[in-house]
């Protein structure tokens, strides 16, 4: 673990903990940027996996994009189907993702044993589409779809893992189509080949075609040692059905195997097959609730009724704003007007109690919220160049032993504000401020 060396990687007892909140375990893999552990929430005691990213190569490979497309998919594709993203931790040398730990091994090595029986191959191939239909209706593309990005838990569910590849609607250039050739060859939709632009949601029922293929047959249905003599078939979908495969399924994959994305079959038209049917479980997308700030109602949803904790401060956001050296702002659609950010290692309510007792030394009158114990509105008494000056300070939760406060401007002066924040605010939180943002941060 010499590769997490940094203050806030500690040896307690022997044991590798990171952030005072993983354990961290075992070598699970590595590659070129990365290295992969095993680790343990030491207060939820649930295994995670955590991925490591060296950020001095990701800068030097050009690779910031993919990262930052990683983390902003994240937040859009949480479903059952595929592997969740629960946090990003930074320092100023490193990246920190920790993930679902997924138990059961590539879909991969499983097909590499031999094919699947029908019913078996069939429930993998509904929860592929599930999961890629629901990232579809998210903006999503996820491009690289293949037996090797397909996990399995415990269960024997299925994961869909690594949106490195993927591509967002913002991806799209003046005609509304991608242009990145991306992609294993032997799974890519024959328009990505062609480089004339593609409809990215299209191109993966092509890979999810030849996933089924595979995982009936054991092989892969364009094979070939000569990459040039493998896109001619790709390019005439040229390829052979093996005898046992059952007549709606060669029916199912000769509708998905259609060079013409145009022509090719829907998500929706799959999803009404009676093959695909047969013992079809919808599964319960998690539910993903719009957390954070941004003058986003962080109120409860009952009118009236007070938080019992403070809000949780979006985990993207606080790595964005608090972690020098890595700025992930520009992902997010930022309306904080004149913010200021500290981190504290008090109790939420303790924050509250400090921030009412400051506001009442400055001579600032406290406007306590009704629906939100957690945020604290402060006005000035005398108008200032603009009016009053009014300064929100809310309160949010990053994790059990962390907080975070951000203060706003609401009305007044902008200089003003930030006089009163560098002359006023500063030197009377001291004692409860960890660390402010944008602070020099030497991990």
Avoid at 86 to 108: D, N, P, Q, S, W
Avoid at 202 to 219: E, P, Q, R
Avoid at 380 to 397: H, I, P, Q
Wanted: hydrophobic share 40%; proline share 4%; net charge positive.
């Amino acid at each position: 673990m010499e590769d997490c060396a940094d203050n806030r990687y500690a040896t307690i007892g022997g044991r590798n903990i990171i952030f005072g909140k993983y354990e961290m375990g075992r070598l699970l893999g590595q590659g070129t940027f990365a290295k992969v552990y095993h680790a343990k929430n030491l207060v939820s005691l649930e295994n995670v996996a955590i991925k490591v990213i060296k950020k001095d190569l990701v800068r030097k490979e050009g690779l910031m994009e993919q990262i930052t497309r990683e983390i902003s998919v994240a937040k859009l594709v949480r479903h059952p189907n595929v592997v969740e993203l629960k946090e990003v931790m930074a320092t100023k040398r490193r990246i920190f993702f920790v993930m679902e730990y997924v138990t059961g091994g590539e879909l991969f090595a499983k097909v590499a044993k031999g094919r699947l029986k029908e019913n078996v191959a069939r429930k993998y191939f509904q929860q592929l589409i599930s999961a890629v239909d629901f990232c579809h209706s998210r903006g999503v593309s996820h491009r690289d779809l293949k037996p090797e990005n397909l996990l399995l838990d415990e269960n024997g569910d299925l994961k869909v893992s690594d949106f490195g590849l993927s591509a967002l609607p913002e991806q799209l250039r003046n005609d509304g189509l991608l242009h990145t050739q991306c992609g294993t060859p032997a799974y890519v939709a024959p328009e990505v080949l062609r480089r004339k632009g593609y409809d990215g949601a299209k191109a993966d029922i092509w890979s999810c075609g030849v996933i089924l293929y595979v995982l009936l047959a054991g092989f892969l249905p364009f094979q070939e040692e000569n990459l040039m003599h493998m896109y001619n078939k790709i390019f005439k979908s040229e390829y052979e059905s093996p005898p046992w495969f059952s007549p709606d399924a060669r029916r199912l994959i000769s509708k998905i195997l259609i060079v013409d994305p145009s022509r090719r079959i829907t998500i929706p038209a799959i999803t009404r097959l009676p093959w695909f049917l047969k013992g079809f479980q919808t599964p319960i997308a998690f539910v993903i609730e719009e957390t954070g700030n941004n003058n986003n109602n962080n109120e409860s949803k009952e009118f009236g009724t007070k938080t019992s904790s403070p809000p949780f401060y979006n985990a993207f956001e606080f790595i964005s704003s608090m972690s020098s050296g890595f700025d992930l702002s520009n992902m997010f659609e930022n309306n904080r007007k004149s913010s200021s950010l500290f981190t504290s290692k008090c109790s939420a309510s303790a924050i509250v109690k400090k921030l009412e007792s400051v506001a009442n030394k400055l001579n600032l009158r406290v406007l306590n919220s009704k629906e939100n114990e957690y945020r604290v509105k402060m006005q000035g008494r005398s108008d200032g160049r603009k009016g009053k000056l009014s300064v929100t300070a809310e309160v949010f939760a990053v994790a059990p032993e962390v907080t975070v406060v951000e203060f706003s401007k609401s009305a007044g002066d902008t200089l003003e504000y930030k006089k009163f924040c560098e002359e006023d605010v500063r030197p009377a939180l001291n004692d409860i401020v960890w660390r402010w943002q944008g602070e020099d941060d030497n991990n």
